[in-house]
Structures are given as C-alpha cells and as structure tokens.
C-alpha cells in the first residue's frame, strides 16, 4: 500500500506561483504512476498532470498550457508541480494520486491511491 502527503498549497495573488509536493510511502512499484488533479465545488475531478515514475514521460492538460511542470526525485520518493502564473481558475484543491501499474492516465477513477489535498486559492 501506499501512502500519499501532499504540501505546499496556500494563497497567491493572480500571476503568483506555487510548488505543491506529494510525497510517497510505503510499497511502490516500478511501473506505478503519479498524477495530479484538482476539483472545484460544483466541477468533477479533473486531470492537471501525470508522470512516469520509472521513464519520466509526462502528460498536461491543455487548460495547463505552458504555466505548470511536473518533476520528480527519486531519492526522496516525491513528486512537485510547480505552478507559475497562477489564475483564479486555478483554485481548488489538488490531489496527488498513484496508479499501481501503466502510463499517466487522464481518468482519476483509474488511479489506486490518494493523498488527503491541499488548498490552492488564487485572488485577482
């Protein structure tokens, strides 16, 4: 089983940045992967960005567009998304998520495991 933390989440002002951080634990595998998502009242979950653990091979939504990165490190088992020119759009809380076994998937329903969320809110 795996365990998900995720921080760095707070407030920022329209055009600010963010770094959230997912941290994992427990079993992993080689062929899992991580992805972000996000959910706002009244919207249904949806896919931010993905990555593989094992090849790195990433994935964006295109509401994203050049404005997040996802990355990770190996050696401390955690995976950022660094959020920059942040829009109010953006606020909502944002997932961590482990698949146990493919390629980042777009579908939150596939992923295995999930971390509690943290708070992104963007004023204008």
């Known amino acids: 089983q795996v365990q998900l933390v995720e921080s760095g989440g707070g407030s920022v002002q329209s055009g600010g940045s963010l770094r959230l951080s997912c941290a994992a634990s427990?079993?992993?595998?080689?062929?899992?992967?991580v992805g972000w998502f996000r959910q706002t009242p009244g919207k249904e979950r949806e896919f931010v960005a993905g990555?593989?653990?094992?090849?790195?091979?990433?994935d964006y939504h295109d509401f994203v567009k050049a404005r997040f990165t996802i990355s990770r490190d190996n050696a401390k088992n955690t995976v950022y998304l660094q959020m920059n020119s942040l829009k109010p759009e953006d606020t909502a809380v944002y997932y961590c998520?482990?698949?146990?076994?493919?390629?980042?998937?777009?579908?939150?329903?596939?992923?295995?495991?999930w971390g509690q969320g943290t708070q992104v809110t963007v004023s204008s």
């Open positions: 998520a482990v698949r146990r076994l493919g390629w980042p998937s777009r579908q939150w329903t596939l992923y295995d495991y």
């Open positions: 427990g079993r992993t595998f080689s062929t899992f992967a």
């Open positions: 990555i593989s653990w094992s090849s790195g091979s990433t």
